[in-house]
């Protein structure tokens, strides 16, 4: 039988992953731009980035609050929420980076 606790976990985190928005684009898989390549990256490191860096989070905090009285596990759950906080500045730096090198006013992506 589930817990309680795993089932809210399981109901939240399909509900993080349910909320990522589809975009359909052209059916060619053969990108010809760095335009259009700069945008499917961003795209990609947005959606993908964000999730994990979210499951990552709520995975440590998860790891910390069921080792109560581990400190191993303690220490463990903390670092794994750290790492993930840092994932996601990264992450964003890494789009904002790609936006200042190759996105200007003629190069829009159309998420």
């Known amino acids: 039988m589930i817990s309680r606790r ?3 976990f399981l109901a939240l985190l399909s509900y993080l992953l349910v909320l990522n928005v589809v975009n ?6 053969i ?3 760095v335009c259009d390549v700069l945008c ?3 795209t990609a490191l947005d959606t993908i980035g964000g999730t994990l860096v979210i499951i990552m989070f709520l995975y440590g ?3 910390y609050v069921y080792s109560a009285d581990n400190p191993g596990g303690r220490k463990k759950g903390r670092d794994i929420c750290v790492h993930s ?6 992450i964003v730096l ?3 980076a790609l936006g200042w090198v190759g996105l200007s006013s003629n190069c829009i992506c159309d998420t």
Do not use: F, R
């Open 6 to 8: 795993t089932s809210i």
């Open 24 to 29: 359909a684009s052209s059916t060619n898989p």
């Open 31 to 33: 990108v010809s731009t």
């Open 40 to 42: 499917v990256v961003l």
């Open 61 to 63: 905090g998860l790891t």
């Open 85 to 90: 906080l840092i994932g996601g500045i990264l």
């Open 94 to 96: 890494a789009g904002h």
